[in-house]
T-cell receptor, first 111, second 115 residues
Framework: LAKTTQPISMDSYEGQEVNITCSHNNIATNDYITWYQQFPSQGPRFIIQGYKTKVTNEVASLFIPADRKSSTLSLPRVSLSDTAVYYCLVVLSGNTGKLIFGQGTTLQVKP | DAMVIQNPRYQVTQFGKPVTLSCSQTLNHNVMYWYQQKSSQAPKLLFHYYDKDFNNEADTPDNFQSRRPNTSFCFLDIRSPGLGDAAMYLC??????????????FGPGTRLTVT
């Protein structure tokens, strides 16, 4: 299983861009990288998923270098409501149905 | 709106008294998952159903069982809850298990307290 490592916590201010980097050194060829967001007392929510290069949606961007050993979630112009735990996961290829959550990054956005 | 519903949101049970948590979904997804999340920890997968096919995680205690009587409903049974089973229990669904369609939709969770 590809283990992920990400910072335990980060602080930011409203309006700033936040970049959370995750390392996954032993990612397999067909694995995907996916990010989830979790607010207190709620279930996680899917943010974005990618395989390589860059993926962008209405919420975030995901940058994946060519070697795929790391990825960076970019949140543009964060607000207080973006305060949450962000989980980086490597999705196992094939029909396994597993999401293995790492410790996550607690992002605190300050006014 | 299509969604994942968990009942109850809060459940209190006594040590050793069986408890059942329920999950329903209106997404018509093939796969349903149960996760355990203890305080300040990441969610941990207990098991999942792919249609009627049950898939247990190797380290899930025998105390935890699950039933999926139909596509929409899935239950988590804890046969003899211990104090260490106090946690948030999260139900999730996905359309299938391939990487292409891997988004999982989580319910709000049931917070279980064991007294």
């Amino acid at each position: 299983l590809a283990k992920t490592t990400q910072p335990i916590s980060m602080d930011s201010y409203e309006g700033q861009e936040v970049n959370i980097t995750c390392s996954h050194n032993n990612i397999a060829t067909n694995d995907y990288i996916t990010w989830y967001q979790q607010f207190p007392s709620q279930g996680p929510r899917f943010i974005i998923q990618g395989y390589k290069t860059k993926v962008t949606n209405e919420v975030a961007s995901l940058f994946i270098p060519a070697d795929r050993k790391s990825s960076t979630l970019s949140l543009p112009r964060v607000s207080l409501s973006d305060t949450a735990v962000y989980y980086c996961l490597v999705v196992l290829s094939g029909n396994t149905g597993k999401l293995i959550f790492g410790q996550g990054t607690t992002l605190q956005v300050k006014p | 709106d299509a969604m994942v519903i968990q009942n109850p949101r809060y459940q209190v049970t006594q040590f050793g008294k069986p408890v059942t948590l329920s999950c329903s979904q209106t997404l018509n997804h093939n796969v349903m998952y149960w996760y355990q999340q203890k305080s300040s920890q990441a969610p941990k997968l207990l098991f999942h159903y792919y249609d009627k096919d049950f898939n247990n995680e190797a380290d899930t205690p025998d105390n935890f069982q699950s039933r999926r009587p139909n596509t929409s409903f899935c239950f988590l049974d804890i046969r003899s809850p211990g104090l260490g089973d106090a946690a948030m229990y999260l139900c999730a669904t996905s359309r299938d298990r391939s990487s292409w369609t891997y988004e999982q939709y989580f319910g709000p969770g049931t917070r279980l307290t064991v007294t």
